[in-house]
Structures are given as C-alpha cells and as structure tokens.
C-alpha cells in the first residue's frame, strides 16, 4: 500500500482507485483453538456465506490453527491466523505475528511494541470498553468487567483500534435481560445505530492528533454448545458475520498463499484503508473516499498532507445519506452515490453512510493538518 502521507497526481489517483481491490474480512474471531465454539473450516463456511473473502482468526495468546496448517484458501475464503494478546488488563489484535507474544509483566506499550518487533501490526480490540451492568430486580449485576486498552494515548500504545467490537459493545450496552433478548432476536436492528457514540467521540479526538487506523471487528466467539457435530449458539457467526465487516481496500486480490496474503492484509491495515461495512443493510464494493489538493496532490483515505484547498469526494456503489464529518463534526450532508466537497480548513475528515436510517459504511478519515 502507498505511503499514508504520498500524494499523487489526480488521474494516477483516479485509476488508483478503480484498481483498488475490495476485500471483505471478518476480524477479530475466536475458534475452538481457545474459547470458541466453531471450529476453522465451519467460521470460513460462515465467512463465505456472509460474502467475506478473508477471516483474521484471533484466538487468545495462540497461533495453533496456524501451526495444524489452517492458513490458506477454503472454499474461496482465505484464512489468516493472527492473536489476541490477551494480558488481564486491555487486550490486543496481532496481525502478521510468526509467533505467539509473551504479555507476563509486560505493560501495554511494551506489548505493542513487541508486535511491532515481530513484524506484526496491532489493534487494541475493544479499547474504549466501559463494562456493563445487568439490572434484575433488586439488583444491578456487572455482566462485562471493563477492559480497555490502557495504552491509546501514547502515541505508540497501539497502531490502530477496533473502533466497533460488535458483541462486546451489545453485552456492554444491555441493561435488562429484555434488552439482550431484543437484540438476540433482531440484530440488524440493534445494530442500524452504529458503533456506541462515545467510541467515535474518543476516536475523534484521538485522530486530531495522530493517525489512529479504525476496524470493525466480531469478537466472535459463537457461544454455546456443541450437539451432534454442529454449534447451538443464540449469536452464531451465521448470523453475525453478514453484520459488520472490514472491508479492506488492497492493492492486489488475495491469493491464498498466506504469506503473500499477509502483506497484502498488513498493508492496508497498517495505512487505514479500510471501511466499516454493514452488508446486511447493502453491498459495500466500490465504495471509495480519497482528496485532491490543490497543486495536484492527491490524499487516500487513511493518508495525511498539509492543510489547504481541496475537494474531498465520495464514491458509493448506491445512493445513500452521505454525512461528512471534520474533528467529530457533521459539515455537510447529502442523500447520492457521490460528493465533491470543498473543503479548506484544516482538520480530520471522515464519512459516515446510511440508508433508511441505518448505517451502512463508516470510513477511516483522511487527515490535513
């Protein structure tokens, strides 16, 4: 992927991003090799299903999926094999790592400075976690103890965030047991609102100051049991996986060669091309944000250049309501399938994308400070 700060002409950046290739990931995944209840080949069953072309497994503190040779292509699904890091204060996603990474007496920072070492890049998952609690009669019970990431206002706490984790944030904002059932039933509808509004509120202010790449991720553990071969789970990854995807802009498919698949992955993560996609609401293919500065300069989404004239513009595969956010807020709104924007001020652009009401797409921004 090009440099986060590279600008290019406007024509090269035109036909850079028809040649972009979308790459659907479901992210942050846990499988029998810790505490999840499917197994590999049943999660990239689930993955293709939902239309994904990748699945970032990440079990706690293992890469034995990797070791008993899951890492590859299964029925059009590539599976890459990643971990959480997993100490009891803030876990962390480590993409690309060869080996599993050590957090005894190890502070946040040191952890993700040893995934760096590694070779790998790293998300905080679930790093703006607040805990929640369940009110029954008489009593309010903590149903998730918080667990942040400790580490996100260093500068080198973390080199991206999970910005939606999308059952830890659901658990996290149940208060009653009519709440979680209510969402177990209807998902897509617990789900139209977006990420919780206190995790973009963070995001923003910690974008005003440094590039923080964004994902989506499931946390997805499917759980439940397993009855006669097959996994009973009220949240299984059938039914999530078509919820919230990372939908990767790549400079080149996938392969199936995971090594080669890795860099590719890597790549985009590390320069925050990347969209929060929720395909159940629509296909988010061909969905593209970049900048133009004037004297020819060209900013993709996720990169950085100095401030100064510029047109932002939007490009979706359909019509949506299109709300342009800078430093957190709304400046400008439009219900079309593209946007050429005038901006000028410096600031933290980012867009958000609904359709009836529901989000659909959620960028990472593209920075002029």
Not at 32 to 42: F, K, L, N, Q, R
Not at 56 to 81: I, M, N, P, Q, Y
Not at 220 to 230: V, Y
């Amino acid at each position: 992927m090009q440099a986060p700060g590279a600008r290019v002409s406007h024509h090269a950046r035109v036909e850079q991003e028809r040649t972009l290739v979308d790459v659907p990931c479901v992210v942050h995944v846990h499988s029998t090799y810790s505490d999840g209840t499917a197994t590999v080949p049943e999660i990239a069953e689930a993955a293709g299903a939902a239309g994904a072309e990748a699945v970032l497994l990440t079990d706690h503190d293992s890469l034995a999926a990797r070791r008993e040779g899951w890492e590859g292509r299964h029925d059009g699904v590539s599976v890459l094999v990643g971990t959480e890091v997993s100490p009891k204060q803030g876990h962390y996603l480590a993409f690309g790592v060869s080996s599993e990474i050590a957090h005894a007496g190890r502070s946040a920072l040191e952890i993700a400075a040893a995934v760096r070492a590694a070779g790998g890049v790293g998300f905080a998952a679930h790093p703006f976690s607040r805990g929640g609690r369940m009110l029954v009669p008489g009593l309010a019970r903590r149903i998730v103890l918080p667990h942040g990431w400790p580490a996100l206002d260093d500068p080198l706490g973390c080199d991206g965030v999970e910005l939606w984790s999308l059952t830890t944030d659901a658990a996290e904002g149940w208060t009653t047991p009519r709440e979680a059932l209510d969402w177990i039933r209807d998902p897509e509808a617990a789900v139209a609102g977006g990420p919780p509004a206190h995790h973009l509120s963070r995001w923003d202010t910690l974008s005003a100051g440094r590039r923080v790449p964004a994902i989506g991720g499931l946390d997805g553990h499917a759980p439940g049991i397993r009855l006669r071969g097959r996994v009973r789970s009220p949240l299984s990854h059938r039914r999530t996986f078509g919820l919230l995807q990372t939908q990767l802009l790549c400079e080149r498919s996938l392969s199936g060669d995971p090594q080669a698949d890795w860099r590719t992955v890597l790549a985009a993560l590390a320069s925050g091309a990347a969209w929060l996609a929720c395909p159940s609401v629509a296909p988010a293919r061909g969905a593209r944000l970049w900048a133009e500065v004037a004297g020819g300069g060209s900013v993709p989404m996720g990169g950085e250049a100095p401030a100064g004239r510029a047109v932002l513009r939007v490009r979706l595969p359909r019509a949506a309501d299109i709300r342009v956010l800078r430093d957190g807020a709304p400046i400008h709104e439009v219900d079309s399938a593209a946007l050429n924007l005038d901006i000028e001020a410096r600031g933290v652009y980012r867009v958000e994308a609904r359709i009836d009401g529901r989000m659909w797409l959620l960028s990472n921004p593209v920075h002029l400070r």
